[in-house]
């Protein structure tokens, strides 16, 4: 048996599967994955548990196909979440160094960092992450590491993701139930720019967009920090509902056609097109247009390019994207959906490949995968930090503390 | 965008041949009301189920029977709609030779509502492109002719190109209480007049940017609800704002209300050759604003004889409330190819429209998609994702209006 605290497991309870990828990080502190277990979602809609039995039975189902595959007992997993009501913004924090010398302590920083995480959410949503962009000491934008450096005001910009806590709980109590620990929530967006991206291309900025079955997430990298992320609550269930929409037919007959002559752009050789769809024995009942089912899903990319584009370009991050879109997520298996970004973002697109993590390699080029992967390296980020920096400032508070308190009790 | 460098009308190598049909008493007064000088060499024709004599037209069709004895259709559309059925062969030569032609009605009556769609029909047969401006029914005129209106608008959309619809109840915003009758309907009259004289100098003048009548048809086609128009002429330097401010403060446009709900806008300007860059910008500028949501149709043309006059022609079309019961049929262009197909015109995609679906087009072209009902499928019970005010769970090809040919 593995030694338990070499394994992290990422768990996505997605819309049309759950998946749990099981990893083993090995010497130098890298995750490999060993195991993987998926089972089709039939309770989730738009990334959202609406049926808590038909998760909880394909949950454990999922579980044990990746117990069995690793050989593990799974304990805890790194759990992600999406839905439409997560949002991600900037916030920047301020804090005024008072020391005689000016120089930026280390409780100067964190006590920047507490004052940005100090925002006006709602009373219900909670931050599910706050990740530090830059410092920025006395107007001097950039800052890296600020301790020791001489100024008056020290800043920091944060890139918040919040969301709806009793959602967001929903999920997390699920799996509680099933006796299964969360290390930690992550925003699938995050998990999966973890899984697609290196730390190059985060340097020169990039945008990944994860194409889902219910929802798409989407995250900005500029200089090698997030800087944007958002979640449309629009995926592959749209495109299908569509087809179904447009061409009448039943969703699961959809589905089919989809995955079998989808494409996002109309092709050429598809125009005008018809296609017989037969039933059981054999027999046409119905005739489709390739070209219509194909525009309908060109159109509905499109829009979604489109939102997300404008987004963008409100935020002002068009230009900062050198490494271009990196497309993942099952829906972004549709042909030609790199051309229609292009067309669209008007630079390059590319299908991300998780290839930075070690293991069962068949399993991991593909892009339905990216969230649970990126699950697990983040898992072993967490970890790592945790091992790398025992914290000498907390670990002297946590002991004037104890210190205090039994002062206190005697 | 490509310039004409021809500037005269005259040097149009492609004159369009236009003939304008007055149907029913009505049609054949506003007929007679357009036939000026302006328009020569345009053949006016009048049809009507009794004798059209007083008609001020070249071509007088009586489509006499002896089912009428001479009588008129008597209030009755399907009176109007047989003997305009019986004599189709008449009206389908009387339009022989004309690329585009307008039929001008009063809808309500029996002559009008019941003549205009046969007619309609016969002119498409006979190879032209059939644009219809017609009156509806004050609404003291009681609820049948109002329905025989309504019954009559939808039969001439499903075979005419495009309607432009003026509700006479509009027309008393135009008039206070103390207008006479006749004063009224001259009202009327002229509204229509310019109707037909924006959309004629449209078709005839040599656009610097042109519209083609293809793009005004698809601008109407579908369109259900009533058409809101205005012609309007400024001159003097500060003529283009003060075109603007006539066109926002145009009684038919609610003080630009209609702008601001329609979904397909159309906008022709037409000055002399002092034309510039500047004033177009700020005309567009204003109605773009004025109508975030529409698709914008431009137009720009040098005429000049117009001197220092700035015309400008907008017209603007809002889709039906009301849901139609009928085989809806798919129109217009896909999005995207339609731009680069149609090279010197500028468009702008048509987008948020609340929860209501395409109403039902006019020509049946393809019966495979019927959205009568929205439909939010699978979502049907799930929260609606919305982004700026649309609902992203309906289909995208039924909120962009996608389209199918």
């Given at each position: 048996?593995?030694?338990?605290?070499?394994?992290?497991?990422?768990?996505?309870?997605?819309?049309?599967?759950?998946?749990?990828?099981?990893?083993?990080?090995?010497?130098?502190?890298?995750?490999?994955?060993?195991?993987?277990?998926?089972?089709?979602?039939?309770?989730?809609?738009?990334?959202?548990?609406?049926?808590?039995?038909?998760?909880?039975?394909?949950?454990?189902?999922?579980?044990?196909?990746?117990?069995?595959?690793?050989?593990?007992?799974?304990?805890?997993?790194?759990?992600?979440?999406?839905?439409?009501?997560?949002?991600?913004?900037?916030?920047?924090?301020?804090?005024?160094?008072?020391?005689?010398?000016?120089?930026?302590?280390?409780?100067?920083?964190?006590?920047?960092?507490?004052?940005?995480?100090?925002?006006?959410?709602?009373?219900?949503?909670?931050?599910?992450?706050?990740?530090?962009?830059?410092?920025?000491?006395?107007?001097?934008?950039?800052?890296?590491?600020?301790?020791?450096?001489?100024?008056?005001?020290?800043?920091?910009?944060?890139?918040?993701?919040?969301?709806?806590?009793?959602?967001?709980?929903?999920?997390?109590?699920?799996?509680?139930?099933?006796?299964?620990?969360?290390?930690?929530?992550?925003?699938?967006?995050?998990?999966?720019?973890?899984?697609?991206?290196?730390?190059?291309?985060?340097?020169?900025?990039?945008?990944?967009?994860?194409?889902?079955?219910?929802?798409?997430?989407?995250?900005?990298?500029?200089?090698?920090?997030?800087?944007?992320?958002?979640?449309?609550?629009?995926?592959?269930?749209?495109?299908?509902?569509?087809?179904?929409?447009?061409?009448?037919?039943?969703?699961?007959?959809?589905?089919?056609?989809?995955?079998?002559?989808?494409?996002?752009?109309?092709?050429?050789?598809?125009?005008?097109?018809?296609?017989?769809?037969?039933?059981?024995?054999?027999?046409?009942?119905?005739?489709?247009?390739?070209?219509?089912?194909?525009?309908?899903?060109?159109?509905?990319?499109?829009?979604?390019?489109?939102?997300?584009?404008?987004?963008?370009?409100?935020?002002?991050?068009?230009?900062?994207?050198?490494?271009?879109?990196?497309?993942?997520?099952?829906?972004?298996?549709?042909?030609?959906?790199?051309?229609?970004?292009?067309?669209?973002?008007?630079?390059?697109?590319?299908?991300?490949?998780?290839?930075?993590?070690?293991?069962?390699?068949?399993?991991?080029?593909?892009?339905?995968?990216?969230?649970?992967?990126?699950?697990?390296?983040?898992?072993?980020?967490?970890?790592?930090?945790?091992?790398?920096?025992?914290?000498?400032?907390?670990?002297?508070?946590?002991?004037?503390?104890?210190?205090?308190?039994?002062?206190?009790?005697? | 965008m490509e310039p004409h460098l021809s500037l005269a009308p005259e040097e149009n190598p492609k004159r369009v041949a236009i003939k304008i049909f007055g149907v029913?008493?009505?049609g054949?007064?506003l007929l007679?009301a357009v036939n000026t000088s302006e328009f020569a060499g345009i053949d006016f024709v009048a049809v009507?189920?009794?004798?059209?004599?007083?008609?001020?037209a070249t071509v007088?069709i009586?489509?006499?029977?002896?089912?009428?004895?001479?009588?008129?259709?008597?209030?009755?559309?399907?009176?109007?709609?047989?003997?305009?059925?019986?004599?189709?062969?008449?009206l389908k030569s009387a339009c022989e030779g004309a690329n585009v032609i307008f039929i001008l009605a009063?809808?309500?009556?029996?002559?009008?509502?019941?003549?205009s769609?046969?007619l309609a029909k016969a002119a498409r047969e006979a190879g032209a492109l059939v644009l219809a401006f017609v009156?509806?029914?004050?609404?003291?005129?009681?609820?049948?002719?109002?329905?025989?209106?309504?019954?009559?608008?939808?039969?001439l959309r499903l075979v005419a190109d495009g309607v432009i619809c003026?509700?006479?109840?509009?027309?008393?915003?135009?008039?206070?209480?103390?207008?006479?009758?006749?004063?009224?309907?001259?009202?009327?009259?002229?509204?229509l007049l310019e109707g037909v004289r924006g959309v004629w100098q449209l078709l005839v003048r040599p656009g610097l940017i042109p519209i083609h009548f293809s793009d005004l048809c698809s601008l109407l086609r579908d369109r259900?609800?009533?058409n809101?128009f205005a012609f309007v002429t400024?001159?003097?330097?500060?003529?283009?704002?003060?075109a603007?401010?006539?066109?926002?403060?145009?009684?038919?446009?609610?003080?630009?209300?209609?702008?601001?709900?329609?979904?397909a806008v159309l906008v022709s300007l037409t000055a002399g050759k002092d034309l510039t860059m500047?004033e177009m910008n700020?005309v567009m500028?204003?109605i773009?604003?004025?109508?975030?949501?529409?698709e914008i149709i431009m137009g720009a043309s040098v005429d000049a004889t117009l001197q220092e006059k700035l015309c400008v022609t907008v017209i603007a079309a809002?889709?039906?409330?009301?849901?139609?019961?009928?085989?809806?049929?798919?129109s217009i262009t896909p999005r995207g190819e339609a731009t680069s197909l149609l090279p010197g015109h500028h468009r702008e995609?048509?987008?948020?429209?609340?929860?209501?679906?395409?109403?039902?087009g006019a020509k049946?072209i393809?019966?495979?998609?019927?959205?009568?009902?929205?439909?939010?499928?699978?979502?049907?019970?799930?929260?609606?994702?919305?982004?700026?005010?649309?609902?992203?769970?309906?289909?995208?090809?039924?909120?962009?209006?996608?389209v199918?040919q």
């Amino acid at each position: 048996m593995f030694d338990e605290s070499n394994i992290v497991v990422g768990l996505e309870i997605g819309t049309s599967k759950i998946c749990v990828v099981v990893g083993e990080e090995n010497a130098e502190g890298a995750p490999n994955i060993i195991g993987l277990g998926q089972s089709l979602s039939n309770g989730v809609r738009k990334g959202e548990i609406c049926d808590q039995e038909k998760v909880e039975h394909e949950l454990r189902l999922a579980i044990s196909e990746a117990e069995q595959m690793a050989d593990v007992e799974i304990r805890s997993v790194y759990l992600g979440v999406t839905g439409g009501h997560i949002r991600g913004f900037n916030n920047r924090g301020k804090h005024p160094v008072v020391t005689a010398d000016r120089e930026i302590s280390e409780d100067d920083v964190q006590d920047v960092i507490k004052n940005a995480k100090a925002i006006n959410l709602p009373s219900e949503n909670t931050v599910i992450h706050a990740v530090r962009q830059n410092f920025c000491v006395d107007g001097q934008d950039g800052v890296m590491k600020p301790v020791g450096m001489l100024g008056s005001w020290l800043e920091v910009d944060m890139h918040v993701v919040h969301g709806h806590a009793n959602r967001l709980q929903n999920a997390i109590r699920l799996v509680k139930g099933m006796q299964v620990e969360v290390d930690d929530v992550v925003f699938n967006g995050l998990a999966s720019s973890l899984a697609v991206l290196n730390n190059e291309q985060k340097e020169l900025g990039a945008l990944v967009i994860d194409i889902g079955g219910g929802t798409t997430e989407y995250v900005v990298y500029v200089e090698g920090g997030i800087r944007h992320s958002g979640v449309l609550a629009v995926g592959g269930d749209h495109l299908s509902n569509d087809l179904g929409h447009g061409l009448k037919l039943p969703l699961s007959r959809a589905e089919k056609l989809k995955r079998d002559n989808g494409s996002a752009l109309v092709k050429e050789e598809n125009r005008g097109q018809t296609l017989s769809l037969l039933n059981e024995f054999g027999l046409a009942v119905k005739t489709v247009n390739v070209e219509y089912l194909q525009r309908i899903m060109s159109l509905r990319l499109e829009e979604l390019f489109e939102i997300i584009a404008q987004e963008l370009e409100q935020a002002g991050l068009t230009n900062y994207l050198r490494a271009g879109v990196f497309l993942t997520g099952g829906s972004s298996r549709v042909p030609d959906i790199e051309k229609l970004a292009e067309r669209i973002f008007q630079m390059n697109v590319t299908h991300g490949h998780a290839d930075s993590v070690g293991g069962i390699t068949a399993a991991l080029d593909q892009p339905e995968f990216a969230t649970a992967i990126g699950l697990v390296k983040y898992g072993a980020l967490k970890k790592r930090q945790r091992v790398q920096r025992p914290n000498l400032t907390t670990g002297l508070k946590n002991m004037t503390n104890m210190v205090g308190r039994l002062l206190q009790r005697s | 965008m490509e310039p004409h460098l021809s500037l005269a009308p005259e040097e149009n190598p492609k004159r369009v041949a236009i003939k304008i049909f007055g149907v029913g008493g009505a049609g054949i007064t506003l007929l007679s009301a357009v036939n000026t000088s302006e328009f020569a060499g345009i053949d006016f024709v009048a049809v009507d189920a009794d004798s059209p004599a007083a008609a001020n037209a070249t071509v007088k069709i009586q489509l006499e029977t002896k089912l009428l004895r001479g009588l008129g259709s008597g209030g009755d559309v399907e009176r109007g709609r047989a003997i305009a059925e019986e004599q189709f062969s008449t009206l389908k030569s009387a339009c022989e030779g004309a690329n585009v032609i307008f039929i001008l009605a009063g809808l309500g009556g029996g002559a009008g509502s019941g003549i205009s769609p046969v007619l309609a029909k016969a002119a498409r047969e006979a190879g032209a492109l059939v644009l219809a401006f017609v009156t509806l029914p004050f609404e003291c005129e009681g609820n049948r002719r109002e329905a025989q209106a309504q019954q009559s608008l939808e039969a001439l959309r499903l075979v005419a190109d495009g309607v432009i619809c003026l509700p006479c109840q509009k027309i008393f915003r135009l008039v206070d209480e103390n207008t006479g009758v006749v004063e009224t309907f001259q009202t009327i009259g002229r509204l229509l007049l310019e109707g037909v004289r924006g959309v004629w100098q449209l078709l005839v003048r040599p656009g610097l940017i042109p519209i083609h009548f293809s793009d005004l048809c698809s601008l109407l086609r579908d369109r259900h609800a009533e058409n809101a128009f205005a012609f309007v002429t400024a001159t003097g330097p500060a003529r283009a704002r003060e075109a603007v401010e006539k066109i926002l403060s145009h009684p038919l446009f609610d003080d630009g209300r209609v702008l601001a709900e329609s979904n397909a806008v159309l906008v022709s300007l037409t000055a002399g050759k002092d034309l510039t860059m500047a004033e177009m910008n700020r005309v567009m500028d204003h109605i773009k604003r004025q109508c975030t949501h529409a698709e914008i149709i431009m137009g720009a043309s040098v005429d000049a004889t117009l001197q220092e006059k700035l015309c400008v022609t907008v017209i603007a079309a809002k889709r039906g409330l009301h849901t139609n019961k009928e085989e809806p049929a798919l129109s217009i262009t896909p999005r995207g190819e339609a731009t680069s197909l149609l090279p010197g015109h500028h468009r702008e995609s048509s987008v948020p429209r609340s929860g209501r679906t395409r109403r039902a087009g006019a020509k049946l072209i393809q019966t495979q998609l019927p959205l009568s009902i929205v439909s939010r499928g699978r979502f049907d019970k799930s929260e609606p994702t919305l982004h700026q005010g649309e609902d992203l769970d309906v289909p995208t090809y039924l909120r962009r209006g996608a389209v199918w040919q």
